[in-house]
């Protein structure tokens, strides 16, 4: 699936321009703040438009994950030294 993935993120890069402006299209290039949770509508929707391009293992919850690791999902609380208003 590695090797999958791979091909797959490549065509998003051809089509999109960068994995970096499909992935933040989603929200339009806006965080999402303040969710707690393990997944959502947008890492739902995410995880369908992945698996419709023929990548694999991206299940909702890990896209979920993925998406605070990259910080479009910012789930800091605030009194947490990387919390911003």
Known sequence: SAINNAQAFIEI???????D???W???NGKVIKHEYLTE???SSKISKDLKKRGMKF???TIIYSYL??????????ENC???KK
Request: charged letters at 20%.
């Open 13 to 19: 890069q051809k089509e999109f321009g960068s994995f």
């Open 21 to 23: 402006e499909y992935i």
């Open 25 to 27: 299209g989603f929200t």
């Open 40 to 42: 959502s509508d947008l």
């Open 58 to 60: 991206v299940g909702p």
């Open 68 to 77: 605070e690791a990259v910080g479009i999902i910012d789930n800091h609380q």
């Open 81 to 83: 030294f990387k919390f």
